[in-house]
Structures are given as C-alpha cells and as structure tokens.
C-alpha cells in the first residue's frame, strides 16, 4: 500500500514536497513514479525513479523544477516541486511497477495528494 502525502495550497513560485511511503510490501526493488490529474484531463506521468535511486526521468514540462529521491531503504520517495506553476495544479499520485511513463506500467498506486497553486 502506497501512502501520499505533502500536498497543499501554493502561490505562484513556492515549493512543495510530496512525500510517498509504503506499508506491508517492500517497493524497494520497484520504479517509483509520480503523475498527475488536473480536472478535466487525463492522468499524466511526472517523472520517475529507479529502484536503485540511480536513476531519474522526468516530463518534458518540469524543466528542471522538480526532483524525485528515495530513501536508502527505497520504500520512501519524495517529489521535491520548486517554481511551482498555477498549470501544476493537479492530483498528485505515486505509484510502484516497471520502468515507463505510461500509467499501465504501474501495478500500484497511492491515493493522491492535492495540489493547489495560485497565482
């Protein structure tokens, strides 16, 4: 079970950090990736993580602002979100599975957490 959390109201420019962390089952040898859903819109991918922590990828509208960790036990990932835009307002979830930027690659997924920007 993944458990999102961190999520909140920001103005234009600030920073949040969503944070991710499993219960019962170990994700540490999972991807870890987080996406999306603002209303109206489909869910889409943000970036993700490997198991190792080694390696990251990232949507092509983060441009630098936002960066995905893992804990050195793996079963806790953050989601650092700096120069936060009103366009990044949205549900925020997390999920665990193989490596990719499509939802069906992600057998597991948290709940979500609200993210609200305001200009």
């Known amino acids: 079970q993944l458990q999102a959390s961190g999520g909140g109201w920001v103005q234009t420019g600030g920073s949040l950090r969503l944070s991710c962390a499993a219960s019962?089952?170990?994700?540490?040898?999972?991807?870890m990736a987080w996406f999306r859903q603002a209303p109206g819109k489909e869910r889409e991918f943000v970036g993700y993580?490997?198991?190792?922590?080694?390696?990251?990828s990232y949507a092509g509208f983060v441009q630098g602002r936002f960066t995905i960790s893992r804990d050195s036990a793996g079963n806790t990932v953050h989601l650092q979100m700096n120069s936060l835009k009103p366009d990044d307002t949205a549900v925020y979830y997390c999920a665990a599975g193989t490596v990719g930027t499509d939802p069906v690659d992600y057998t597991y997924w948290g709940q979500g957490t609200q993210v609200t920007v305001s200009s």
């Open positions: 019962g089952d170990s994700i540490s040898t999972h991807y």
């Open positions: 993580i490997s198991h190792s922590g080694l390696s990251t």
